[in-house]
């Protein structure tokens, strides 16, 4: 809860004060990390988790650490860590995975979202129509947010914040 309030200090002390701690503490703090600009330090935890023994990454700790990768510009781990999560874990594509992807690629490539298409409109129909088909990834509300940023409309950021924040309550 303190990482989804943007308190990542607080969190990452509870986090550190956990006697146990299993896939989903380390997705939620990995995920917290990677959303509040703290990329490096969410690489670095994804690390360090999947070095033990006893806790295994899903589907949601890739999440995290592939939008690390896309606010660190660093595609060429974002290609290890994408092999990786099929490869070495078994875990299937989602459409979460593909847009975080998308972002480190035109990252990557040192074009914007806005940059690299021709009209936002595009990109925003093709995010809106991902919602549809998967209205709860985050990720998705992520790519539309970012794409509406890079666009320089503030305003709807604010308004699709607003509806992020409403229905992380309602879950």
Not at 84 to 112: E, F, T
Not at 138 to 166: C, F, H, P
Request: negative net charge; proline residues 1%; charged residues 25%.
């Amino acid at each position: 809860m303190y990482a989804k309030c943007g308190l990542i200090d607080e969190a990452r002390r509870v986090f550190e004060g956990m006697q146990e701690k299993n896939v989903y503490t380390y997705s939620s703090m990995i995920v917290g990390l990677a959303s509040h600009d703290r990329a490096n330090d969410a690489i670095a935890l994804f690390n360090d988790m999947v070095r033990r023994v006893d806790v295994e990454p899903n589907h949601v700790t890739f999440i995290g650490v592939l939008t690390a990768c896309s606010h660190a510009g660093v595609v060429k781990d974002e290609r290890y860590y994408f092999a990786q999560m099929k490869d070495m874990y078994g875990i299937s594509l989602s459409a979460d995975h593909y847009a975080c992807k998308r972002l480190i690629l035109l990252g990557g490539a040192g074009l914007g979202l806005a940059e690299s298409m021709e009209n936002t409109e595009i990109a925003k129909a093709a995010t809106e129509h991902l919602l549809r088909l998967e209205p709860e990834g985050i990720g998705n509300y992520m790519l539309l947010s970012n794409t509406l940023a890079s666009a320089g409309e503030w305003d709807e950021v604010s308004k699709l914040r607003k509806v992020m924040t409403i229905c992380n309550e309602l879950v």
